[in-house]
């Protein structure tokens, strides 16, 4: 049983930073790329940030790039996310997800588990 579980999320301010964190359990971490989307109030889900493995370049949305880095640890079974200089529209409930490691990795159609979610909130 696959279970992946976010932790980190709170209620910053705008330009304020966060760390994200999915620790995952279930089967071999490293062979899997793990995925950070995101799904702001009456929003479609939407992808942030992707990793395939230690060893690659990660996957970044355009309006994150720059902002937010995503890392693995695969001794940890955990996956990160750094937030810096957050803004309001960053304001959404954060997902990780986890898939095999080829193959596309911006569609949320491709990952088969996700964690439940974790609230960022930044106020202007």
């Known amino acids: 049983q696959v279970q992946l579980v976010e932790s980190g999320g709170g209620l910053v301010q705008a330009g304020d930073s966060l760390r994200l964190s999915c620790v995952a359990s279930?089967?071999?971490?490293?062979?899997?790329?793990m995925g950070w989307f995101r799904q702001a109030p009456g929003k479609e889900r939407e992808f942030v940030a992707a990793v395939t493995s230690s060893f690659s370049s990660p996957y970044y949305a355009d309006s994150v790039k720059g902002r937010f880095t995503i890392s693995r640890d695969n001794a940890k079974n955990t996956v990160y996310l750094q937030m810096n200089s957050l803004k309001p529209e960053d304001t959404a409930v954060y997902y990780c997800a986890q898939k095999w490691a080829t193959g596309q990795v911006r569609s949320a159609d491709e990952y088969d588990y996700w964690g439940q979610g974790t609230q960022v909130t930044v106020s202007s």
């Open positions: 279930g089967r071999t971490f490293g062979s899997y790329a």
